[in-house]
T-cell receptor, first 113, second 115 residues
Framework: GNSVTQMEGPVTLSEEAFLTINCTYTATGYPSLFWYVQYPGEGLQLLLKATKADDKGSNKGFEATYRKETTSFHLEKGSVQVSDSAVYFCALKGNTGFQKLVFGTGTRLLVSP | ETGVTQTPRHLVMGMTNKKSLKCEQHLGHNAMYWYKQSAKKPLELMFVYNFKEQTENNSVPSRFSPECPNSSHLFLHLHTLQPEDSALYLC??????????????FGPGTRLTVL
């Protein structure tokens, strides 16, 4: 079945550092890929998505590129802020009929001033 | 504010209690979902409703009973829970359940503690 693997956290960075959170997936066909973010005390919010190979999703300075050849969707940001501290979830959804969203276990990011 | 609200935000209950979680969406969506979020585990999909009809039950124990009276409201009725049911319960909605492009909008969750 479909699955998502993302790096264990926490990831601890200083403000303005470069961020990478790795995500790889296993799926049949061509799933859609998502990054969700969960700020403390809140539910999940969609951060960005990509629906086909080589698509780049971007939002709020975050980017991720759908790499079919390496089955990856790594999240990157050039300069993190304290306000980016949150838990980040990589997820995928198949594209035939009803397919549930399959989430990774989440990676906590802690950014210090 | 995602347009999905959940009440209560926190709930503590004993194993013999009966309680209900409520979810309401103001987005005009037709599909609603219950998820369970436990520490160090991926989000687990519990139930899916599409146009008020339950379409998915992910092998959830019968002590969890969902109800969807209309497309805007979703309930999760709880009875005789176990301590391992303590978790964050998230509600989500989407335009419909079928499209792979559909974004799901999540509520803030109910933090449930079973004593």
């Amino acid at each position: 079945g479909n699955s998502v693997t993302q790096m264990e956290g926490p990831v601890t960075l200083s403000e303005e550092a470069f961020l990478t959170i790795n995500c790889t997936y296993t799926a049949t066909g061509y799933p859609s890929l998502f990054w969700y973010v969960q700020y403390p005390g809140e539910g999940l919010q969609l951060l960005l998505k990509a629906t086909k190979a080589d698509d780049k999703g971007s939002n709020k300075g975050f980017e991720a590129t759908y790499r079919k050849e390496t089955t990856s969707f790594h999240l990157e940001k050039g300069s993190v802020q304290v306000s980016d501290s949150a838990v980040y979830f990589c997820a995928l959804k198949g594209n035939t009929g009803f397919q549930k969203l399959v989430f990774g276990t989440g990676t906590r990011l802690l950014v210090s001033p | 504010e995602t347009g999905v609200t959940q009440t209560p935000r926190h709930l503590v209950m004993g194993m013999t209690n009966k309680k209900s979680l409520k979810c309401e969406q103001h987005l005009g969506h037709n599909a609603m979902y219950w998820y369970k979020q436990s520490a160090k585990k991926p989000l687990e999909l519990m139930f899916v409703y599409n146009f008020k009809e339950q379409t998915e039950n992910n092998s959830v124990p019968s002590r969890f009973s969902p109800e969807c009276p209309n497309s805007s409201h979703l309930f999760l009725h709880l009875h005789t829970l176990q301590p391992e049911d303590s978790a964050l319960y998230l509600c989500a909605s989407s335009h419909d359940r079928e499209s792979s492009y559909n974004e799901q909008f999540f509520g803030p969750g109910t933090r449930l503690t079973v004593l």
